[in-house]
């Protein structure tokens, strides 16, 4: 079992800029790929970055370009720098692991596309961190 605990969401101006955290615990040996999911009052939970393996990442494109993941696998940590936060990134921010290569490759295209993905579809979830970016 893996457990995953986000931390850093907040209250932001639009333009302004916030750090996300997720730090696992458990058996961390089974976080083979991690990525950050957000869902919106109303809306599906969707896919915005993902990390695989050594360092493959994926963004959503409604982020890329104003979003950084990382990773530190010392510290069982994975990071979301979010910048240029607009009203349209408000969301509770879900952080996801999962174990297996097919399963991680399912995690990438969900965040490529930035399409949904329901609380069944991966094996590891945290509580969530909420976003609120207001004008």
């Known amino acids: 079992q893996v457990q995953l605990v986000e931390s850093g969401g907040g209250s932001v101006q639009v333009g302004g800029s ?8 458990g058996s961390t040996s ?7 999911f957000r869902q ?8 915005v970055a993902s990390i695989v393996g050594g360092g493959t990442i994926s963004y959503a ?3 890329k370009g104003r979003f950084t993941i990382s990773r530190d696998s010392a510290k069982n940590t994975l990071y979301l ?5 607009t009203p349209e990134d408000t969301a509770t921010y879900y952080c996801a692991a999962e174990s297996t290569y097919p399963k ?3 995690m990438q295209t969900t965040v490529i596309l930035g399409a949904s993905a329901s ?3 991966f094996m590891y979830w ?5 976003v609120t970016v207001s004008s």
């Open 18 to 25: 916030l750090n996300l955290s997720c730090t696992a615990s």
């Open 30 to 36: 089974n976080t083979y790929c991690m990525g950050w």
């Open 40 to 47: 919106a009052p109303g809306k599906e939970r969707e896919g």
């Open 61 to 63: 494109d409604s982020v």
């Open 81 to 85: 720098r979010m910048n240029s936060l």
């Open 104 to 106: 991680c490759v399912r």
């Open 119 to 121: 609380a069944s579809e």
């Open 126 to 130: 945290g509580q969530g961190t909420p």
